[in-house]
């Protein structure tokens, strides 16, 4: 399943690449495309950083409940040195 974050690792390449051409395509010298298609791509990865960033969930806290009684003695291991 394709998510935002599969789009734009796709798109930063693209943008780069496919901008970069269409610019010297369309008249425009090599040294001055880069850095407007590189800008693109920079915006791409700020949207998904800054904008659209990846976020985590809240960690889930659980209560561990003993069934036995609080005196009761540990488990054995269940690896022994001998």
Known sequence: MTGYYDYILGLI????IG???TLVF???QLTTAVPMAAGV???????????????TSAPVHRQV??????DAA????V???D
């Open 41 to 55: 791509s920079a915006l791409l990865t700020g949207h998904a950083l800054f904008v659209n960033g990846p976020s």
């Open 74 to 77: 540990p488990a054995p291991s």
């Open 79 to 81: 690896l022994d040195a």
């Open 19 to 21: 901008i970069t051409g």
């Open 26 to 28: 369309a008249g425009l």
């Open 13 to 16: 390449p693209l943008a780069l």
């Open 65 to 70: 409940r003993n069934s036995g009684p609080s």
